[in-house]
């Protein structure tokens, strides 16, 4: 067996770098969420159970010119007293390379079932918050955000 046989050459080594670091930067535009990947995780965290449009206000940009920080700010109505309250929230992207963005628990003594934040979108995409009360109803608000780039439709 030669010597050369063993050893990439650097020519051939410069190649399958080339080739992993192209994988890496575009494998995450191939594997979006989509809607089904939503209802999956939703699924997972509460089952069957099905949410009913209200008591959510979702406040997202209609049209975002920077994706990478849109601002999110949710409130939901409750009177969060000991009985009646909201247990959580979460925020779902369905274009995203995970379709659960973000998660906010509350309790009794918050005062206010109320958050802000800013969030990454990957492109034009619908925001899916869910609100879990404290005596398992589910309530939804959805959005769609138009991502811009440079002031252009995406």
């Known amino acids: 067996m030669a010597s050369g046989d063993r050893f990439c050459s650097r020519r051939r080594a410069l190649q399958l770098a080339f080739a992993a670091s192209a994988g890496l930067i575009l494998a995450p535009r191939f594997a979006l969420a989509d809607a089904n990947a939503v209802a999956d995780e939703i699924k997972k965290l509460y ?33 969060m007293s000991a009985d009646d ?7 779902f992207a369905d274009g995203n390379p995970l379709p659960q963005v973000f ?42 955000v138009k991502v811009t780039i440079g002031g252009c439709g995406g």
């Open 47 to 79: 089952g069957d159970k099905k949410a009913t449009d209200g008591k959510i206000k979702l406040d997202v940009p209609q049209i975002a010119e920077n994706g990478l920080v849109v601002p999110v700010s949710i409130d939901v109505e409750s009177p």
């Open 85 to 91: 309250y909201v247990k959580a929230v979460h925020v």
């Open 103 to 144: 998660s906010f628990r509350f309790t009794p003594e918050c005062g206010k079932a109320s958050a802000s934040t800013r969030m990454r979108l990957a492109q034009t995409q619908n925001i899916l918050c869910i609100a879990e009360m404290s005596n398992g109803t589910l309530y939804s608000a959805k959005a769609e």
